[in-house]
């Protein structure tokens, strides 16, 4: 299933009906008052947060979106109807842009929430409701008001307790395959992972969390560089970010120098990123080189606060302590 984070929709809700003119004519009624009911209001576009849906594919080919127009009022004290609400599933962790302002319209982080993005128009009010002492047989009534329409932007910003963050090839993947049933592509070359996995790491009853494998940064993420901004959005909903770091055939990289780059694009994006829990894991210790280089990153990050992790997907190596410990940061109490 093809991953959709973006989408850009018009919505158009539905006009009000308008209000009728009508008077009562019976039989040995000569002289019967207004009976003009009042129009239908117009049908809302309503956006639904389902914990079931994971992009935005589904809107993906939908260019507008429109709720049904409120019926004109009718003779007989007849009011008309409603026009029906368009309601649209979306993941949870949708967020609602104007197109033309870029403010924010709502933030559906929750399953359930629902939202009214664009709010159908008011009914027009038939001749009934103009009738005055002065006045017993009106012939005037209101149209109905014109429907909200507009352009959104759709960003669906992934919820997870715990965010993967590397270099491309240092085994996030095999990692969050490893502790989760999360499936990611698995390969031996750079960019394997062209979309976001989540996965959900069980330790016990009542004890799990969410956690998210973001594709591989690389230094100039934070002005589009690699896939750039597209994937760095879904880190700022992470309560913890877990380093990971680990040896590369190529001569000119260094896990020390891929850490603080990591921290400078973070910082790039989003300073207050940087004020997150971090936690630094040097994957493959089962490799003579990776466990060297553990100790290497160990000795230079431990006095700066970090703790440092040596784990292995292939041999499971350290994957408990590390597990621990995102989940001991992640039951302690928000400052906020």
Do not use: W
């Amino acid at each position: 299933m093809d991953f959709v984070d973006e989408v850009t929709l018009e919505v158009a809700a539905g006009d009000g009906g308008n209000g009728c003119i009508a008077f009562r004519r019976e039989k040995f009624v000569p002289l019967g008052g207004p009976s003009g009911g009042d129009g239908g209001r117009g049908g809302s576009v309503i956006l639904v947060a389902h914990d079931r849906l994971s992009t935005l594919l589904d809107l993906r080919f939908r260019k507008i979106v429109r709720a049904q127009r409120g019926e004109d009022g009718r003779g007989k004290d007849q009011f008309g109807k409603a026009g029906q609400d368009i309601r649209i599933q979306v993941p949870v962790g949708t967020q609602v842009y104007d197109q033309e302002s870029e403010a924010l319209l709502a933030d559906l982080s929750e399953a359930g929430t629902e939202i009214a993005i664009a709010q159908g128009g008011r009914g027009g009010r038939g001749n009934i409701k103009f009738a005055t002492p002065h006045d017993r047989a009106p012939r005037r009534a209101s149209p109905g008001t014109p429907g909200e329409r507009k352009k959104v932007r759709l960003v669906l910003k992934l919820l997870a307790d715990v965010g993967i963050v590397g270099f491309p090839n240092v085994g996030k993947s095999t990692f969050i395959a490893t502790v989760s049933r999360a499936r990611p592509k698995v390969a031996d070359y750079p960019f394997t992972t062209l979309v976001p996995n989540l996965g959900v790491v069980s330790l016990g009853v009542d004890r799990t969390f969410v956690i998210a494998d973001i594709p591989g940064i690389i230094e100039g993420a934070a002005e589009g560089a690699g896939l750039g901004l597209r994937f760095l959005k879904h880190v700022e909903r992470t309560k913890v970010l877990l380093h990971m770091l680990s040896v590369d055939p190529d001569p000119a990289r260094d896990p020390l120098a891929d850490f603080e780059a990591l921290m400078s694009e973070l910082g790039r994006f989003d300073a207050s990123l940087l004020e997150r829990p971090m936690v630094i894991a040097v994957s493959k210790c089962d490799l003579p080189e990776a466990r060297q280089a553990h100790e290497t990153v160990r000795l230079a990050l431990e006095p700066r606060g970090f703790q440092v992790f040596a784990i292995s997907s292939a041999t499971q190596e350290g994957l408990t302590p590390l597990l621990e410990s995102l989940e001991a940061i992640l039951r302690q109490p928000d400052d906020g």
